[in-house]
């Protein structure tokens, strides 16, 4: 009734644990690596799952269309590799008796035990929230109004509730409605924003996701996001979150958000240079600006297409 899947990038260090938990609850695996080199490879295929080794970097978002086409069951468990089940997730498939719901989830979980609280659940963002994060007002004061709202901060989750998107580290999603959906946005390259795309689309189809406060999952998060040097990180996450806005975000929401981009980004500039100097720096901090300035002044429609 069940398939995991798994997407790996340079995930050796992690990837055991969360297979570990998945035999223990006796869900068949499917794991889509996107052409790792650090012996994630090894580890996966000493193991009773299905590995589909890509040649190249497909994407999160590619890789896990790739594992929902290789899944036979009607339900789909979509895990990071550091995320390790603590709880049956038939809790989660039991929400699926509502033919309403398209999507479950559940709290994700520090080493220590403690609720990842503004990570587990958030609401979809708007231009405004996303402009408080890229000018860091969001770490400056994590208190403030926008960031409580879009973090959820207010939401009580010892409570079963409807949600609008919980993380993509952890999400059970109707094979049908991926299918109707058409799969995750593969425009969403490599990673960041997509699982933000497909629950804001899901919804907007009238489908509802599920919270249950007692199907629990350890998270350590970003083991390979870590791997990536932090220049090409930094493009990667302002190049989605510009894609999300054309695709999502009102015109002037649109342009406010781009030059929030463009401030945001010349302020974290220097400190990021004192931590990382070099010229390879300055020159993708130059690209992040450029692509602003794309997003500013061209259509949604076209913005939409820009990779």
Known sequence: MITAVIVTYQSGEAITECLDAIERFGLPAIVVDNHSTD???????DRKVRLIANPDNRGFAGAVNQGFAACE????????????LQSDPALLAAEFQRPEVGAASGPLLDPDGTVQTGFTVRRFPTALTLAFEVLGLNRLLPTNPINRQWRCMDLDLSQPCDIEQPAGAYLMIRQSVWRDLGGFDEGFYPLWFEDVDFC?????????????????AKHTGAHSIRKIPVEFRLFYWYGSLLRYSAKHCRPFGRQLLCLAVVSGALARLVPEFINHPGIKLLKMYGRIVR????YLIGSRQSMERVS
């Open 200 to 216: 804001l689309r899901l919804c907007a189809k009238q489908y509802t996701v599920r919270f249950v406060p007692s199907a629990v």
């Open 291 to 294: 692509l602003a300035g794309t």
């Open 73 to 84: 069951t009607p339900l789909v468990l979509l895990l990071n590799p550091d995320t390790v």
């Open 39 to 45: 012996g994630t490879i090894e580890a996966v295929r």
